[in-house]
């Protein structure tokens, strides 16, 4: 990272891979082109990212492809624009997705998922997931890298 004194502390940015609701995920699309969409995701606090989706699409074609991707999540912002600028805080984390996981694997995926975006809603959430689950893809993000950047709030 060019500006050092922007480096965000590890701590900090595992609590924002633990917190955020969502992120940026960028890979390479079937014909070679960026392709970048947002997604909710939940960080397994050990060393891998899960996302949600359809059983066919765009994502999962370019994955298969080319499933080295980068994800960028971003934190508290505040603009301040009496002084031409920002305060921010993002991780950008950088491994492969893999797109074959178990049904067991899957299902433990959107418990976690359930978990972190509607904990007060969790029974529902899971009948919810259970009646989807045939028509619902996961996406395991298994990280090599990441990287936390701020300017202090």
Known sequence: MRRQDRIMSEERALELLKTAEYGVLSMINTDGKPYSVPLNFVFDQKNSIYFHCATEGKKLRALEMNPEVSFCIIGKVQLQPEK???????????????????????????????????PDFYEKGIRYAEKAFPNTAVIRLDINTFSGKSKSM
């Open 84 to 118: 031409f600028g920002t305060l921010y805080e993002s991780v950008v984390v950088q491994g492969v997705a893999t797109t074959k996981l178990s049904a067991n694997e899957r299902m433990e995926a959107l418990d976690l998922i359930v978990k972190k975006l509607s």
